[in-house]
Nanobody, 124 residues
């Protein structure tokens, strides 16, 4: 059974930084496409960043490009999201997700496993 556990959320002032981690257990981590999504109440889950290890592909939503950095450490079975220059609009619950075979990482529906989510709140 695959489990994803996020950590690192919290409260930060606008312009500040936070780093999120996603620890993966259960299956060969290096074969996954991985992604970060976020969601605010009343809205659909939104793609933030995705990474496909086998192809070296990394991609970001336009709203976070240049401010957020996604990375993964296969030796530690962990994915990260470094968030800099945070804005109040970044406030959301952030989720990490893993896809076993589908690398269309922008689509929430292709992911097989999800973490429990971690709250990120950016004050103005």
């Amino acid at each position: 059974q695959v489990q994803l556990v996020e950590s690192g959320g919290g409260l930060v002032q606008a312009g500040g930084s936070l780093s999120l981690s996603c620890a993966v257990s259960g299956r060969a981590f290096s074969t996954y496409a991985m992604g970060w999504f976020r969601q605010v109440p009343g809205k659909e889950r939104e793609f933030v960043a995705g990474i496909v290890w086998s192809g070296g592909v990394i991609d970001y939503a336009d709203s976070v490009k240049g401010r957020f950095t996604i990375s993964r450490d296969n030796a530690k079975n962990t994915m990260y999201l470094q968030m800099n220059a945070l804005e109040p609009e970044d406030t959301a619950v952030y989720y990490c997700a893993a896809s076993v075979g589908d690398t269309r990482y922008r689509l929430a529906r292709v992911y097989d496993y999800w973490g429990q989510g971690t709250q990120v709140t950016v004050s103005s």
